[in-house]
């Protein structure tokens, strides 16, 4: 962008000048690196999961490497502690990401005949960021595990 | 996306009856998030797999939703309890009636 | 050069000079390595088991074409028999003079499909062009990168070797002073590798797909804003030649994964 002065000999060259700068900052708008979900959007995600109920720590592993080469395919790794019997077993795994566009990633349900409650997967982490992941158990309660994560981008993207 | 694709099923032919088996499962399909732009600046639409589940002779053992964050050529890991001899068939369905269907055999004793 | 061209060059000289003093690379290496050692061990697994690699399935798309009969009923199979035979070996030795010609494996299927199929030959980076590059590598997975300076393909290697060590670009850098001299120095956070194409093609975490050596490369141009080289153009195959000459004795890992 070319740095000129605002300050134009007429006002009509001025007006012109404002014009395009609002033009810009309406523009910023809906580029891409505005799209990205806030914590409070993986909040509203998570609540409409548990309906409100409240989320206990615990049970919950969420394993992601910590530095990841490129966020578009990361190994993703849940498991949630649970004897996985008719009476008590994990029925639903849910994974949100807090700094991609749209926080849910997946979702997996359950049964006793799972034999365990350890779901991996790959997945596309935009930014830098926290993932957690929320458990619903055949009693109705929730557990919840995290983990943070530092996406870097290789250096020689492709441009065309 | 074209309406179907190649599948792969890994998990073991053979098994004790009880024993907890795992099975991995991958569709090629590029996974269109929905969140990418044309270089011209237009929105490429959304074209994912929304759904995978898994019968285990009829009985469906396993299901999972996938949204537009999991990668390209989906993969996904996970296990059950190899209760008798039979079929497990595997269904992946999604945007645009994109639709894949695998199967593999076991044997339990 | 212009002001964001200078400030393009001044960053990347800032970046290049503080990679060099933060420690003294070993060019003086004896033995050329993959970047494979350079990846994390979840993409390694990624590689290494076929289960999990994305790129078997391009792979399998090969075998179905290479059995697949043409305009005039000839398939790959109808010349070649059992890739798993015939194919064998065949990608450590590309690429190489064929009547003449200094051919890339790519270029060599088209030429057998125009010439003994009666078929078109397939764009760069199309579906099934990488399918069968996949298929065709993937038989030689293993093998020493067998490529040799021979009398034939002279003038062809020299040319090749010109172009990595020729500066390029408005960034004014040759393939030699990153992959060469700052091999294992880090540029942007990633460590440089030393550029070896012997695991192509590969399925690419940033392009989410599979790709061949030849779009990489153009990546790499871009990446210091020159002029990209043509698909199937001989610059680039003489490029290959002299890389695939470079990386000689490294096992080939095709088709591989990468960041």
Not at chain 3, 13 to 28: E, K, P, Q, R, V
Not at chain 3, 74 to 86: F, I, L
């Amino acid at each position: 962008m070319h740095k000129e002065s605002i300050f134009q000999k007429s006002r009509r060259a001025w007006f012109k000048k404002i014009q395009q700068l609002g033009l810009i900052a309406v523009g910023a708008w809906f580029s891409p690196a505005t799209v990205f979900a806030k914590p409070e959007d993986a909040a509203k995600a998570i609540q409409e999961i548990t309906g409100g109920k409240p989320v206990l720590d615990g049970k919950v592993k969420l394993v992601i490497p910590p530095l990841v080469e490129n966020g578009n395919l990361v190994v993703l790794k849940v498991s949630v502690e649970s004897p996985m019997t008719a009476n008590d077993y994990v029925k639903s795994i849910h994974v949100i990401a807090e700094g991609n566009p749209l926080p849910n990633i997946f979702t997996v349900y359950l049964t006793p005949r799972s034999g365990t409650a350890t779901i991996t997967t790959r997945v596309r982490l935009a930014d830098s960021q926290t993932v957690r992941a929320i458990a619903q158990m055949s009693n109705g309660s929730f557990y919840q595990g995290q983990a943070e994560t530092l996406v870097t981008l290789s250096a020689c993207t492709e441009l065309v | 996306m074209s309406k179907t694709s190649r599948t792969s099923i890994t998990m073991p032919s053979s098994a004790k009856k009880g024993s907890i088996i795992e099975i991995r499962a991958i569709a090629q399909h590029d996974m269109e998030s929905g969140f990418r732009y044309t270089e011209s600046g237009k929105l490429i639409p959304r074209d994912i797999i929304r759904v995978f589940t898994c019968t285990y002779n009829d009985v469906e053992i396993f299901k999972a939703d996938f949204y537009s964050g999991i990668g390209a050529n989906p993969l996904i890991i996970f296990t059950t309890i190899a209760t008798e001899t039979g079929v497990l068939e595997f269904k992946w369905s999604g945007d645009n009636g994109y639709e894949a269907v695998n199967q593999a055999n076991i044997t339990v004793s | 050069m212009s002001k964001p061209q200078f400030l393009w060059f001044l960053a990347a000289t800032m970046i290049l000079n503080s990679a060099t003093l933060l420690a003294a690379s070993d060019s003086s290496k004896s033995k050329p390595q993959s970047s494979y050692e350079l990846m994390s061990s979840e993409n390694k697994a990624m590689q290494d088991d076929p289960s999990l690699n994305p790129a078997m399935f391009w792979v399998g798309d090969g075998e179905v074409l290479w059995n697949k009969p043409e305009k005039n009923n000839q398939s790959c199979a109808s010349c070649h028999g059992d890739a798993k035979k015939s194919m064998r070996g065949i990608a450590t030795a590309f690429p190489k003079m064929m009547k003449g010609k200094l051919q890339t494996l790519e270029g060599q299927i088209n030429q057998c499909r125009v010439s003994a199929q009666g078929a078109s030959a397939l764009a760069y980076e199309s579906k099934d062009l990488l399918s069968l590059t996949a298929y065709i590598a993937y038989q030689s997975k293993g093998m020493p990168i067998a490529i040799k300076e021979t009398p034939e393909n002279k003038s062809a290697m020299q040319k090749g070797r010109q172009s990595f060590y020729q500066r390029m670009g408005q960034l004014n850098l040759s393939c030699a002073q990153c992959h060469e001299d700052r091999a294992g120095l880090k540029l942007g956070g990633s460590p440089i590798p030393q550029g070896h194409p012997n695991a192509y093609p590969i399925y690419r975490l940033e392009w989410q797909t599979l790709g061949s050596l030849q779009r990489r490369l153009r990546n790499c141009m871009s990446g210091v804003r020159a002029q990209q080289y043509e698909y199937g153009s001989p610059e680039m195959a003489q490029l290959e030649l002299f890389l695939a000459w470079r990386a000689r004795g490294l096992p080939l890992e095709s088709p591989g994964v990468r960041p």
